[in-house]
């Protein structure tokens, strides 16, 4: 179990990859965000992208995928409490590769056995464009002092 503890400021941790289909950006974008960029080949060819491109928002849960996959999902997290920041610096188009990083920031200890993590996440393209930045806090908690939990690994 990874706890705040084991967080240092400046650690950047590796979150891996995600394809983007065709299928996943004109899925989410009928269901979300259905404007003609994310759900029409025809009408995104003649906008000033040229083509069809993935929703920001679509592109901000790619992301929390990988964070979830990569660190949550082996993590005393209790709760995100804020994102400060959504920048969405590029657009995303089918084929993507996204490879995600997630750097920590500050690790502020408070007195009821919790900390307060901020972070700061990034998406890039296979080209080496960062294409999202988002910069949050989460809520963790500090490690059991009465030796009921393991190790972190």
Avoid: C
């Avoid at 965000?33 to 491109?53: C, M, V």
């Avoid at 990988?66 to 920041?85: K, M, P, Q, W, Y």
């Avoid at 901020?118 to 989460?138: D, F, H, K, P």
């Amino acid at each position: 179990m990874l706890y705040a503890e084991n967080l240092q400021p400046g650690a950047v941790l590796d979150l891996g990859s995600a394809k983007v289909s065709k299928e996943e950006i004109l899925d989410f974008g009928r269901r979300f965000d259905p404007l003609p960029l994310h759900t029409d080949e025809d009408a995104a060819a003649g906008s000033r992208f040229g083509g069809l491109i993935a929703s920001g928002f679509h592109t901000a849960a790619i992301l929390q995928r990988l964070v979830v996959d990569a660190v949550f999902s082996r993590a005393a997290i209790i709760a995100g409490r804020e994102i400060s920041s959504l920048r969405m610096r590029a657009p995303v188009r089918p084929g993507d590769v996204l490879h995600g990083a997630m750097e920590i920031v500050e690790v502020r200890p408070r007195d009821d056995g919790t900390a307060v993590v901020r972070s700061r996440g990034t998406l890039i393209n296979a080209t080496g464009t960062v294409v999202m930045e988002l910069q949050g806090e989460t809520l963790w908690e500090h490690r059991p002092t009465d030796g009921s939990a393991g190790g972190a690994t």
